[in-house]
């Protein structure tokens, strides 16, 4: 549960040299909430014999309805455009009253991606911190609230001490109490920044980990019900052990994952913002 000195070594700051505004106090909430639901399922995992954890179902659900609730109640203190969103070079689009459900899916969906990434050594840690330097960096130019680019540094400096003692082989691991909440932050600050098109872009490492398994998934059930045996698109999913397989070292997809990610990130705050 390495997630557990991520959490303390950035938010203890946070509380102490930040303004608690709405937007802090609810990436405070979220964070704490998701990483509850990782404790809970690491507990499980650990303590009652039980590989598995929670049921996808269960965890996904859980944080879908706790979300929307936080961003309902997010929404009475925020502007009267906080049903936009930008998309590229100031294209923006307005989602009304589906934005909510559409943040809510956006935190979810990025908590889980992180999550399932989370399967080498130093994989997740690095993806995470290009992510939020991409994100702050991004804040600071479109001048938002400072607050948040503060907590995105506070971040920045946690995992990168976690990453010490995460670099293969590890000595320290995130455990789903530093995945679920960290994929969480980095949904919610896409969502606060108003940039979670772009976010997508930068995150598109967790967008491949995440689809390659749901391909797999899905073409497998396919395939049984077809022809009654289930057949495989991948060599073994998340896409990063299909590279191991392939023969592919640890800090080989690591480093080359790693490079995809700040290129993508470059690309988006040179092009796309």
Not at 177 to 194: D, E, N, P, Q
Not at 243 to 270: D, L, P, R
């Amino acid at each position: 549960m390495g997630g557990i000195v991520i959490l303390i070594s950035s938010l203890l700051p946070i509380l102490l040299w930040t303004q608690l505004t709405p937007e802090i106090l609810l990436l405070v909430f979220i964070t704490l909430f998701f990483a509850l639901i990782g404790f809970i399922d690491d507990y499980v995992k650990l303590k009652a014999n039980n590989h598995q954890g929670l049921s996808a179902k269960t965890k996904i659900l859980i944080q879908f309805v706790v979300t929307l609730i936080g961003m309902s109640i997010f929404k009475l203190y925020f502007a009267e455009d906080f049903a936009k969103t930008f998309l590229v070079k100031g294209i923006t689009i307005d989602f009304g009253c589906l934005y909510v459900p559409f943040a809510a899916f956006v935190i979810v969906g990025s908590s889980n991606a992180v999550n399932i990434t989370d399967g080498l050594d130093g994989l997740a840690a690095t993806q995470v911190i290009t992510s939020f330097v991409s994100l702050g960096l991004i804040a600071y130019i479109t001048q938002a609230n400072v607050n948040i680019i503060l907590f995105c540094i506070a971040f920045i400096g946690a995992i990168l001490g976690f990453l010490w003692f995460n670099t293969h082989p590890a000595k320290m691991f995130m455990g789903d109490v530093g995945s679920l909440s960290i994929g969480a932050v980095l949904g919610l600050i896409s969502v606060l920044i108003k940039r979670e098109v772009l976010f997508a872009v930068i995150g598109i490492i967790f967008v491949i980990e995440t689809l390659s398994v749901i391909i797999q998934v899905l073409y497998f059930k396919y395939t049984k019900f077809k022809y009654g045996k289930g057949r495989r698109i991948f060599l073994m999913a998340p896409i990063h052990h299909h590279f191991e397989k392939k023969g592919w070292s640890e800090n080989e997809i690591v480093m080359k994952f790693w490079i995809i990610a700040i290129t993508c990130s470059i690309f988006t705050v040179a092009f796309l913002l």
